[in-house]
């Protein structure tokens, strides 16, 4: 079976975690893992979808929040173009099966999630969620990821592939 992960990244945390999902999903299946700007827009032939952003503004980044954060010093900017809210409104499920993942502020009264949003949008082009949206935190803006974050990242992508197949 044929897992893809989906991630765009603007610092590399959201990078590294997409990198530990798939790490976690390759125990069990086939996994490819693409930066959103290099993404077909084609999912034949993909058995679990798993698409992930930083959360930019409570909800998926726009163009305006990727220059925000570029200006912040996002040297080593991963995903230049489009963000994952650009793959998705043209992308066609078909039923295909999906996840989705962001990173966000580890603080307690922070709303919004791109996850949340991502998934809400998914499921309007005809993608089927198969698992809860789920968030993994980084301690500033910038990074770095919260203790503990990469494991559960690991985790959270070996339990989808054990799920699935
Ligand atoms: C312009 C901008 C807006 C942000 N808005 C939020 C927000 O609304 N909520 C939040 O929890 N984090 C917010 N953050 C923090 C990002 O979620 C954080 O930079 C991201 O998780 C880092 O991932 P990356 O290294 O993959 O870019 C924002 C960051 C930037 C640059």
Redesign the pocket.
């Given at each position: 079976m044929r897992a893809l992960v989906i991630f765009e990244?603007?610092?590399?945390?959201?990078?590294k975690i997409a990198e530990a999902i798939a790490d976690g999903l390759s125990e069990t299946m086939t996994v490819d893992t693409v930066e959103v700007g290099s993404a077909d827009d084609s999912v034949d032939g993909v058995d679990l979808l798993v698409v992930g952003g930083?959360?930019?503004?409570?909800g998926m980044s726009r163009e305006s929040?990727r220059k925000?954060?570029a200006d912040?010093g996002?040297g080593t900017v991963?995903s230049k173009a489009g963000g994952i809210r650009d793959w998705i409104a043209t992308a066609h499920g078909d039923g295909t099966l999906f996840a989705t993942f962001d990173?966000?502020?580890d603080?307690p009264h922070?709303p919004?999630s791109a996850a949340h949003a991502a998934r809400r949008q998914l499921r309007r082009r005809g993608f089927r969620p198969f698992a809860a949206a789920t968030s993994f935190y980084?301690t500033d803006?910038?990074?770095p990821l919260a203790a503990g974050e990469v494991e559960r990242a690991r985790r959270w992508g070996q339990q989808l592939g054990l799920a699935r197949t």
């Open positions: 990244s603007m610092f590399g945390n959201t990078e930083p959360t930019h503004a409570f929040t925000s954060a912040r996002a991963a990173t966000k502020a603080h922070l919004g980084v803006l910038e990074g």
